[in-house]
Structures are given as structure tokens and as C-alpha cells.
């Protein structure tokens, strides 16, 4: 059967979808994915998200293999697009849930309407789901009533009300079930049916996190996870309600919380690295080895990811900011270094290895030695400028101290803006001196020193010189 459906996808029509009309398509194909992921363990969730997909009147083409072109001639590869298959599915995977003949029928009555309709859109591998369907109707069908009525015993009846509380994952009620409809029970089998509650609590929370974690994993390899917080809350990182648990785990208290602290994200328009190290660090007791920690790699990674991303975007500001603004840029930096340095250090106390690695580090250190710093030359090139006016041979000085300064051009990019502008400033200065000792005229030194007039322009440089005479305070004019 399994190779028939096989052959029935691969003969299955294909659908192209341009560039234009791709973003509803690739998020449609996205969720189809997901609750096809969910029709086994939680096929309500998925029946509701195929329906919204189902119901988008954006949405055209369906029960089909899609093709979204990504650029100019180049496409995606095949999406399986069989939204009502699916949900068709899902409809099969309730019924098979219920121990409720009527509800039962009312399921498979839906899957066999979603899988008419997949037929009806040429996807013919959902004519054996349809069987299936039309198989287990006729079965429903054929269950005579009994004669006489059977006489019933409490514990059946209680067990049929509870059982269905804990399909509707209502754990909190199938519990007081426990204590009031089963008083009848003895103390004991209360008892069982309470830790059954329990069990079932625990493995529905985890399949609710492991999902999350999917989900919290497809986040942190986005491009940018935190471009639109609402859609990810809202379609990714989803936790079921807490009023009809009877446990909370740690993994989930967690998963709560990184929800809560992307929501505040989301209010204030402002990630906090701090908050995100914070989480990290919560998410270290969560496994044994924090080398293997699902969770804490994930948020690691992405806060790792974010932190980068604002120093890059601190050090651009301070390339070309003033002492005072670039210094809380360089702190603000700085103080997001040890956020990571933080979360290394809580890692380190464990013991174990850490999941991230040293070279981690690297890209963040490398990033905080660019920061502009003053170049600890100029006080010395003062001197040595006095000194080679005053020599008997200052065209042979003004030259070497030129050089030196040309020289620094070379980490022009790690000093510091007021630097940048002496240094101009001092170039033009020995090469006008040198240019006036060997004759020419201000108005030829003039014409030579244009470029990097315009250089100490495009710093903001001051063009005011007054301690060498005139002819320089002249030429620093012109230049303007």
C-alpha cells in the first residue's frame, strides 16, 4: 500500500507559483507541514490550522505538488500541498480517538467530505484514505442496539466521562471526576485513576514541549528570529493553557517563560540580551549534560546570534562619534561581552562541557578590538614637528614625520574620529612647510593639498591654524 501511495504522489500534478504570489503560498506550505506533524498526537490543533489554511481566500491551488519560485527561474522543490487530505487525516486520526460511536461517526462523515474533495481536485492518492473512511461508516452502521438493556456499571459509565476528558486533554477535570462522579469507586482504584491522570498529563506536556522546541529551533535558524515576534508567538511558539494541567514541568515552566519574555519584546519594540542570558542560563538544569542540552543550545545560538549583531551595530555608530557618544557605545558593547561571558561562567560551574564553543567567543572579541581608540602618537608628532622647524636641515624632518603619519593610515579604521582629523590636519601641515621651504607658492601647495583639504572635510575637520604663520593659516583657508 505504502508504494502504491508513493506512485500515486510522484504521477500527482504539479503547480507553479510565481514570485509575486509566493508569501502566502511558502507560509501555507508551512503550516501544512507542521500540523501534518501534529495529526497523530494532537490532531484537533492540526485540523484547526489545515482549516485556516483551507479557508484563506488567498490560497488557490490545492491538493497538488507546489513549486514556489524563489528568484527569477529558480523554484523551491515539491511541496506535498493536500491541505484537505490532510485534515481528512486528521478527522480519522479523532475518530480512532473517541470511544463515542456517535462522535465516532460525525468524524469519519468530515474526513470523508475533505477526502471527496481532494479527489474532486485530481490528488488521487486520497482515494484509498476514502475507502477507509467509507469502510469504517459502514462498520458504525452495522452495530445493532442490544435488546434488552444491559445493566451498567458505574465504573464504566464514570470511565466513558473520564476517558473523554482526557482526549479533550482537560486533565484538571477528569481529576475532580476522580473525587466526585468516582466516589462510587474504592479508595484504591481513585487512587489509580489519579496517577493514570497524572501519566497522561506528563506525556501530553511532553509532546506540547517537544513540538515547542521544533518550533523554538525553526526561530533560531531564521534569518532574522526577531522580525516579527507576534506571527512567531501566535503560529510557532504555542503552549496549551495551563488552567486544565495538573503538573507543570520544569521544560514547560521554561518554555512559559521564554514566551513571556518575547512578549515583552514584542510590547516594548526592544530585545534585552540580559533577559536572553537569563533564559539561558534557566535552561541549564533542564538536562544532565549541557553539552547535549536542546534548549540551551537553542537559545544560546540565538542570543549568541542577536548579541553579535548589536555590537556590529554599536561599532558602526562609533566609527564616526565623538569622544563622549563613543564611549557609551564602547561600553554599551562591552557590557554585552560580559552578558556572554556571564552565561560562559554558569555553564564553566557545572563541570560538563559547554555546548558552545571557545571560538564562539572569537567574532565577539574581534568586533570590540574595532572599537575607534585615540592614536597615542600625536604628542610625540608635536614635538617632533618643533624640533624639525627649528633643525638646520626641516625639509628631511616634515618628511619623516609625514611618513609616520601615512603609516597609521593603515589602522585608520580602529582610531578614533578626532584622530583621524589631527592626523589629516598634521599631513597637511608638514607637506605645506616642506612645499614652502622648497620655494613654490601658496596658491601651487594649494592646488597639490586639494584632496586632502576635501579628506579633513569629510571628517569635520578644523581648517583654523594659527602657530606657524600666515602663509599656513592662509593655505588651511583656501582649503576650506
Not at 494541567?245 to 534585552?272: M, N
Request: hydrophobic letters at 35%; charged letters at 30%; one cysteine or more.
Amino acid at each position: 500500500m505504502t508504494t502504491f501511495l508513493i506512485l500515486l504522489l510522484l504521477l500527482q500534478q504539479e503547480e507553479h507559483v510565481s514570485r509575486s504570489q509566493k508569501a502566502p503560498y511558502q507560509d501555507a506550505t508551512r503550516q501544512c507541514d507542521r500540523a501534518q506533524e501534529l495529526i497523530k498526537e494532537a490532531p484537533e490543533e492540526a485540523v484547526e490550522i489545515l482549516t485556516r489554511v483551507i479557508e484563506n481566500r488567498k490560497i488557490k491551488k490545492m491538493e497538488c505538488r507546489l513549486k514556489i519560485e524563489l528568484r527569477v527561474g529558480f523554484f523551491s522543490k515539491p511541496h506535498d500541498f493536500f491541505p484537505y487530505q490532510f485534515r481528512g487525516k486528521a478527522f480519522l486520526s479523532l475518530a480512532g480517538k473517541t470511544n463515542i460511536p456517535k462522535e465516532a461517526e460525525g468524524f469519519y462523515q468530515k474526513a470523508k467530505k475533505d477526502f471527496e474533495e481532494s479527489l474532486r481536485r485530481k490528488n488521487q492518492s486520497s482515494q484509498i484514505y476514502l475507502d477507509e473512511a467509507k469502510k469504517q461508516l459502514l462498520l458504525l452502521q452495522k452495530i445493532d442496539p442490544p435488546d434488552d438493556p444491559i445493566p451498567v456499571n458505574p465504573e464504566i459509565e464514570f470511565q466513558e466521562k473520564w476517558r473523554t476528558l482526557l482526549n479533550q486533554q482537560k486533565f484538571r477535570s477528569a481529576e475532580a471526576l476522580v473525587e466526585t462522579e468516582g466516589s462510587v469507586l474504592p479508595p484504591e482504584k481513585r487512587l489509580e485513576y489519579k496517577k493514570k491522570v497524572t501519566q497522561e498529563c506528563r506525556k501530553y506536556i511532553s509532546n506540547v514541549t517537544s513540538r515547542f522546541l521544533i518550533d523554538l529551533q525553526r526561530v533560531v535558524r531564521q534569518r532574522d528570529p526577531f522580525a516579527n515576534l507576534s506571527k512567531t508567538l501566535q503560529e510557532d511558539l504555542r503552549l496549551t493553557k495551563e488552567e486544565e494541567l495538573t503538573i507543570r514541568p520544569a521544560t514547560y515552566r521554561w518554555c512559559g517563560e521564554l514566551r513571556s519574555t518575547l512578549s515583552q519584546f514584542e510590547k516594548k519594540k526592544k530585545i534585552r540580551i540580559d533577559s536572553l542570558i537569563d533564559l539561558a542560563i534557566q535552561s541549564i538544569p533542564l538536562t544532565e549534560a549541557p553539552a547535549t542540552n536542546p534548549w540551551l543550545i537553542a537559545i544560546g545560538t540565538l542570543t549568541h546570534s542577536h548579541l553579535l549583531s548589536e555590537i556590529k551595530q554599536h561599532l558602526a555608530k562609533a566609527k564616526n562619534a565623538l569622544k563622549e557618544d563613543r564611549m557609551v557605545h564602547t561600553l554599551n558593547a562591552t557590557q554585552l561581552m560580559e552578558e556572554w561571558v556571564r552565561l560562559e561562567t554558569r555553564v564553566a560551574k557545572t563541570g560538563k562541557t559547554s555546548p558552545f564553543a571557545p571560538q564562539m567567543k572569537k567574532p565577539l572579541q574581534d568586533q570590540i578590538a574595532l572599537f575607534p581608540k585615540d592614536y597615542d602618537g600625536l604628542k610625540q608628532i608635536e614635538m617632533e614637528l618643533e624640533k624639525s622647524i627649528q633643525s638646520s636641515d626641516p625639509e628631511r624632518g616634515l618628511l619623516k614625520i609625514e611618513r609616520s603619519l601615512e603609516k597609521s593610515r593603515s589602522k585608520w579604521r580602529s582610531l578614533s574620529l578626532e584622530s583621524r582629523r589631527e592626523i589629516v590636519r598634521y599631513i597637511i601641515l608638514c607637506r605645506a612647510l616642506n612645499r614652502f621651504f622648497t620655494g613654490k607658492t601658496t596658491e601651487e601647495i594649494t592646488k597639490e593639498l586639494i584632496p586632502l583639504g576635501k579628506e579633513l572635510q569629510g571628517l569635520g575637520g578644523s581648517f583654523t591654524v594659527t602657530r606657524f604663520g600666515p602663509k599656513i593659516e592662509e593655505l588651511f583657508q583656501k582649503l576650506r
